[in-house]
């Protein structure tokens, strides 16, 4: 059963695709972006494909990832010319956040 009152993470994924042959280019500037953001927990870059990436932020609450949002932005502002425009035409990342509904840790 699911307990309402316990503190859920907070999560943000962003799907970015690298342009032709900036995928190195991408991953050097992606992993010397500062992540010094109040509430931040932890930060996951993900490979999904060749030219393709999930990034993934754990943050201790709504409110910080809100906050952060800014700074989060001017991270994408150095990314913008090593990135293709995606299927909508129009952005260069696909993103969503929210709190976790499930949380398990297994082997621990």
Same mark, same amino acid.
């Given at each position: 059963m699911?307990?309402?009152?316990?503190?859920?993470?907070?999560?943000?994924? &962003?799907?970015? @695709?690298? $342009?032709? *042959?900036?995928?190195?280019?991408?991953? /050097?500037?992606?992993?010397?972006?500062?992540? =010094?953001?109040?509430?931040?927990?932890?930060?996951?870059?993900?490979?999904?494909?060749?030219?393709?990436?999930?990034?993934?932020?754990?943050?201790?609450s709504?409110?910080?990832? &809100?906050?952060? @949002?800014? $700074?989060? *932005?001017?991270?994408?502002?150095?990314? /913008?010319?090593?990135?293709?425009?995606?299927? =909508?035409g129009?952005?260069?990342?696909?993103?969503?956040?929210?709190?976790?509904?499930?949380?398990?840790?297994?082997?621990r």
């Amino acid at each position: 059963m699911i307990d309402p009152t316990a503190a859920a993470a907070v999560f943000n994924v &962003v799907h970015f @695709r690298a $342009k032709p *042959g900036q995928a190195e280019e991408f991953e /050097r500037t992606y992993c010397a972006l500062p992540r =010094d953001m109040p509430g931040l927990k932890r930060f996951v870059l993900l490979k999904t494909g060749d030219e393709a990436y999930c990034g993934i932020g754990e943050w201790t609450s709504m409110e910080h990832l &809100v906050a952060a @949002r800014p $700074k989060m *932005g001017g991270n994408l502002d150095r990314l /913008r010319p090593l990135l293709l425009v995606l299927d =909508d035409g129009v952005s260069v990342t696909s993103a969503c956040s929210g709190s976790a509904v499930i949380d398990v840790t297994i082997g621990r």
